[in-house]
């Protein structure tokens, strides 16, 4: 099974990168907050990677940290959650905040996730509360980081549409109207998705 890969970008999209290593372009499925924080297209990276087979697909699946790549098996280990949704919940929160909610129990936080139910919520919670307690979190901090301000989040979203190869002015546009659609206090992957479909809608 592939475990790492180390190569050049060769190009991003809105839930993938596709990374070429020797001339064999491995398409690797990325939370969108890893996926914004890959360097731009044309640029080496190297990330820890987890094989995913299925009878009718064989997908990798890639994070930067150990942290990150150790709290999407738990979330895929639980009940019907499976590798996208595991990343889809990845993409809702940065590892230390995720951790801290399921730890804490709490259901209506996690529920503010894309995908993410109150049953589903529940679940999570049931049967990862005390396992996140295990992580190796290397250098980041078992506490939650306190609520990025307004300013902080726009600056992560506009960062992250530069590195899938939009101009400044195009990501500070759009990062401004995501946020007037769905309200400064909108979740990073609501507003980045949002302010993507502002992109495309305008190209």
């Known amino acids: 099974m592939i475990a790492a890969l180390r190569g ?3 190009e991003k999209s809105l839930e993938e990168a596709t990374i070429d290593v020797g001339g064999v372009g491995y398409r690797v499925f990325f939370s969108s907050l890893t996926l914004g924080r890959l360097p731009e297209e044309g640029q080496p990276v190297q990330v820890r990677v987890r094989t995913v087979v299925r009878e009718d697909a064989f997908e990798l699946f890639g994070f930067l940290s150990r942290a990150e790549e150790e709290l999407f098996l738990m979330l895929n280990s639980v ?3 499976g590798p996208r949704l595991a990343l889809a919940v990845l993409s ?3 590892v230390p905040e995720l951790v801290a909610a399921l730890s804490r129990g ?3 936080r996690l529920t503010k996730i894309h995908g993410v139910g109150k049953k589903t919520a529940e679940r999570l919670v049931l049967e990862l509360r005390e396992k996140v307690k295990t992580l190796h979190l290397e250098q980041v901090a078992t506490q ?3 609520a990025a301000p307004e300013s902080g989040q726009m600056a992560d979203l506009v960062s992250a549409l530069i590195n899938l190869g939009y101009k ?3 990501a500070e546009k759009a990062a401004e109207s995501a946020s007037e659609r769905l309200g400064a206090e909108a979740a990073f992957q609501a507003l980045f998705r949002e302010a ?3 992109l495309r809608t305008s190209a």
């Open 92 to 94: 809702g929160m940065e």
């Open 106 to 108: 709490e259901v209506a």
């Open 168 to 170: 400044q002015p195009q």
């Open 144 to 146: 939650a980081k306190p």
């Open 79 to 81: 009940s019907h959650v």
């Open 8 to 10: 050049n970008v060769l």
């Open 196 to 198: 993507l479909k502002s």
